[in-house]
């Protein structure tokens, strides 16, 4: 049966606390797929995932949770996680798309100085809830988490060519029982509408 879109959107949760069983590909596949699905400014092809399972994921972690911090985190599920996603954007190749002749009226194509919002960043929140919607709809855990102040050391650590940026990091898996004790931030419940969405102006 195939989930209805509004019970998938109401049952997504961020997921901490992973088992280490590994994702069949015909399950990760699709999962990693949706990314593509979502919108982006021109259609660009600036969006790049590189995917971490088994053994790979430990070089993430080395990188962004060495010890003595590793034995202390709050999280230790998520540790278990089998696969890790670094959701990657090229800045460069937005502006070479709008400097093309259906898109250079916009001059967008000067320079990545000339947007006022880098959309290959929004793009990117777009292709993470793709891949959390899709997860959910699959069974799977998910979380989406930045790397702060490790984004240069991952991407070396995973050989990404230069000028590329990493928006986040996806973490998928099957959820343990249980799913592990909520965030902090997740006490304080999803927005309400009613007080958020403004018709006709403010």
Same mark, same amino acid.
Do not use: I
């Given at each position: $049966? &195939?989930? +209805?879109?509004? =019970?998938?959107?109401? *049952?997504?949760?961020m997921?901490?606390?992973?088992?280490? /069983?590994?994702?069949?590909?015909?399950?990760? /596949?699709?999962?990693? @797929?949706a990314?593509? %699905?979502?919108? +982006?400014?021109g259609?660009?092809?600036?969006?790049?995932?590189?995917v971490?399972?088994?053994?790979?994921?430990?070089?993430? #972690?080395?990188?962004?949770?060495?010890?003595?911090?590793?034995?202390?985190?709050?999280?230790?599920?998520?540790? +278990?996680?089998?696969?890790?996603?670094?959701?990657?954007? /090229?800045?460069?190749?937005?502006?070479? !798309?709008?400097?093309?002749?259906?898109?250079?009226? *916009?001059?967008?194509?000067?320079?990545? %100085?000339? #947007? *006022?919002?880098?959309?290959?960043?929004? /793009? %990117?929140?777009?292709? @993470? $809830?793709?891949?959390?919607?899709?997860?959910?709809?699959?069974g799977?855990? %998910?979380? #989406?988490?930045?790397?702060?102040?490790?984004? &240069?050391?991952?991407?070396a650590?995973?050989?990404?060519?230069?000028?590329?940026?990493?928006?986040?990091?996806?973490?998928?898996?099957?959820?343990?029982?249980?799913?592990?004790?909520?965030?902090? *931030? @997740?006490?304080?419940? !999803?927005? =309400?509408?009613?007080?958020?969405?403004? !018709?006709?102006?403010?």
């Amino acid at each position: $049966m &195939t989930a +209805r879109l509004e =019970d998938v959107l109401a *049952s997504r949760r961020m997921c901490r606390d992973f088992t280490a /069983d590994p994702v069949p590909a015909g399950v990760l /596949d699709p999962v990693l @797929a949706a990314a593509f %699905a979502g919108p +982006r400014a021109g259609n660009t092809h600036g969006l790049h995932l590189v995917v971490l399972e088994g053994r790979e994921v430990q070089r993430y #972690w080395d990188v962004t949770l060495p010890e003595p911090r590793r034995s202390s985190f709050r999280w230790p599920g998520l540790l +278990r996680a089998p696969v890790l996603t670094v959701v990657l954007v /090229d800045p460069s190749a937005y502006v070479e !798309r709008y400097a093309e002749a259906d898109k250079a009226a *916009s001059g967008l194509g000067e320079s990545e %100085a000339a #947007w *006022s919002v880098p959309y290959w960043f929004v /793009d %990117a929140g777009s292709a @993470a $809830m793709g891949v959390l919607l899709a997860a959910e709809a699959a069974g799977l855990g %998910a979380l #989406w988490f930045g790397l702060f102040g490790h984004e &240069t050391a991952v991407l070396a650590a995973l050989g990404v060519p230069e000028g590329l940026r990493a928006a986040g990091t996806l973490a998928l898996g099957h959820p343990a029982a249980g799913a592990g004790e909520p965030s902090r *931030s @997740a006490r304080r419940g !999803r927005p =309400d509408p009613a007080v958020h969405v403004h !018709r006709g102006g403010w």
